[in-house]
């Protein structure tokens, strides 16, 4: 199982960037996806989540501004960033609970993360 993010970039603070990520391989559901972010020196943390229903929940901090989406038929899932600020310039990382067939249980996944940068 892969997950591949893609849309990352450089943008200025106001602007808007949409990030997609593509789980592929050997799945048979996947339950909840979302998407963390790191910045430089600071923990990993979570953005939003989204689950199978197709139910969001956010970071208060993104709120507003953020919205997380998802396809089930395509297995991705997007967030589109609006109104960017400089302290959302961060690696983002989006994550999946995969099951691979009926008798497993979900395991996470991680994408190899994509990079945001707003500049003031």
């Known amino acids: 199982v892969q997950l591949v993010e893609s849309g990352g970039g450089l943008v200025q603070a106001g602007g808007s960037l949409r990030l997609s990520c593509a789980a592929s391989g050997s799945i048979y559901d996947i339950n909840a996806m979302g998407w963390y972010r790191q910045a430089p020196g600071k923990q990993r943390e979570l953005v939003a989540t989204?689950?199978?229903?197709?139910?969001?929940v956010y970071v208060d901090s993104v709120k507003g501004r953020f919205t997380i989406s998802r396809d089930n038929a395509k297995n991705t899932v997007s967030l589109q960033m609006n109104t960017l600020k400089p302290e959302d310039t961060a690696v983002y990382y989006c994550?999946?609970?995969?099951?691979?067939?009926?008798?497993?249980?979900?395991?996470?996944?991680w994408g190899q993360g994509t990079q945001v940068t707003v500049s003031s």
């Open positions: 994550n999946a609970e995969i099951r691979r067939s009926y008798y497993t249980t979900g395991n996470l996944y």
């Open positions: 989204i689950t199978s229903g197709g139910s969001p």
